[in-house]
């Protein structure tokens, strides 16, 4: 009789693999950590803060977002409260080039190195793409160095050029979710439309921003297929939102993601992600509350949004900027890479 | 004059009506007010890095003093 192979523990592989030599997870190892019990997860976020102090540094990059122009979208991402197709009670809005002037400069006063301009759109039309441009001409004609990302949706290859040409040195674009589930989430385009506007920023230069949103319906199996699909991009960064249930969206009586949850979520989406810029993104004062957004920290993550998102409001920065100096955790200085 | 709040600024109905103990708990964690307490009527809410501004066709614009 052959004695049964002995089992290998996952954290042990990943003390190994993603620790040792920078390799991240393969989809079953992902799928194995997410289904560590809870008794487990301190030991998960440890390596996961080991792996992220090893292969990106101490520093925390810290960012700001601002909503350019709000609601009124013709997409159906059903998480969405600016979706035009559902009864949510989020109005359409533009925020003019003073408003978007001082809200760089509130980001950068926070010390933040990043600032992204986002829109709620399929893709940006030529007033939008003007209206980004003076925006950015006029961010600079206030003395602010930020580095400057957008969000504005699907782009053809000469909106890339144009926003090369504008010095927009990161474009997020968010994958949302594994691309078995992607069909649940949205109809109005598809994941690969997707895949291809983030190979176009690759390729032109711009560095690549691509998350998603945790808790929207995905099985585990899904969240670590998820996981590794966001490694094969290898993305410059990745925000790492959970479910806001927004009045009015289809997803508006989804439960919010438990905060063990989330934990393993982060610990597991780092080892996958060794070298990733992995941030702190929507969701998490509802998920985590004051005591997990440490923990995450501690589990590593390397990256926050701070003060408000889009349409949903955050912590005052100043309460995250004393947990990063609690923590001893460095800010990004400005024109460093990770 | 103080206005007479009538309405959930997150759910859009009647105070008096029914329990908003959530819609208390979302406006003091997440959201800002997206209805008119005054008329209910959807506000145009413009969220920015440190605050928020929330404007009422009927009722003017409230902010949340930044």
Request: charged residues 25%; contains cysteine; proline residues 6%.
């Amino acid at each position: 009789m052959t004695a049964a192979p002995e089992q290998i523990d996952v954290l042990d592989e990943a003390r190994e693999q993603v620790l040792e030599r920078g390799v991240g997870l393969s989809e079953a190892q992902v799928l194995k950590v997410l289904e560590l019990p809870d008794d487990r997860i301190p030991e998960l976020l440890a390596l996961a803060h080991e792996v992220r102090e090893r292969w990106c540094g101490p520093e925390v990059e810290v960012e700001g977002i601002v909503s350019l122009k709000t609601g009124g979208c013709p997409e159906d991402c059903h998480f969405c409260s600016q979706s035009g197709q559902f009864p949510s009670p989020v109005r359409s809005a533009w925020l003019d080039i003073p408003g978007l002037v001082r809200a760089a400069r509130q980001t950068r006063e926070t010390g933040a190195t990043e600032f992204c301009i986002v829109a709620a759109v399929r893709g940006p039309d030529k007033r939008l793409l003007s209206q980004v441009r003076d925006g950015i001409k006029a961010i600079r004609e206030d003395g602010n160095d930020i580095q400057i990302a957008c969000s504005l949706g699907m782009l053809t290859q000469e909106q890339v050029d144009e926003l090369v040409a504008m010095g927009v040195h990161r474009y997020n674009h968010n994958l949302e979710t594994a691309r078995s589930h992607f069909p649940n989430v949205v109809t109005t385009h598809s994941w690969e439309e997707r895949w291809d506007t983030l190979k176009m920023i690759r390729d032109a230069g711009m560095e690549v921003c691509c998350g998603g949103i945790i808790g929207m319906g995905e099985s585990l199996a899904q969240r670590a297929e998820f996981a590794v699909q966001l490694a094969e991009l290898e993305p410059d960064e990745v925000p790492l939102n959970f479910l806001i249930p927004n009045p009015g969206t289809p997803y508006e009586n989804y439960p919010v993601v438990e905060g063990t949850e989330a934990l393993r979520t982060v610990g597991a989406f780092r080892l996958a992600l060794p070298r990733t810029i992995l941030r702190f993104a929507g969701g998490r004062e509802l998920t985590f509350g004051d005591l997990g957004a440490k923990q995450g920290m501690l589990g590593g993550i390397n990256a926050i949004i701070v003060g408000n998102y889009l349409t949903n409001l955050g912590r005052p920065a100043q309460q995250d900027l004393d947990m990063l100096e609690e923590l001893s955790m460095p800010i990004k200085a400005l024109s460093q890479t990770l | 004059m103080t206005p007479v709040m009538t309405y959930c600024s997150f759910c859009g109905k009647d105070t008096a009506d029914g329990d908003h103990a959530f819609c208390r708990q979302r406006l003091s964690v997440i959201d800002p007010p997206r209805y008119c307490s005054q008329c209910a009527r959807r506000m145009v809410v413009q969220v920015t890095p440190d605050g928020w501004a929330a404007r009422c066709s009927r009722h003017g614009e409230i902010t949340s003093g930044r």
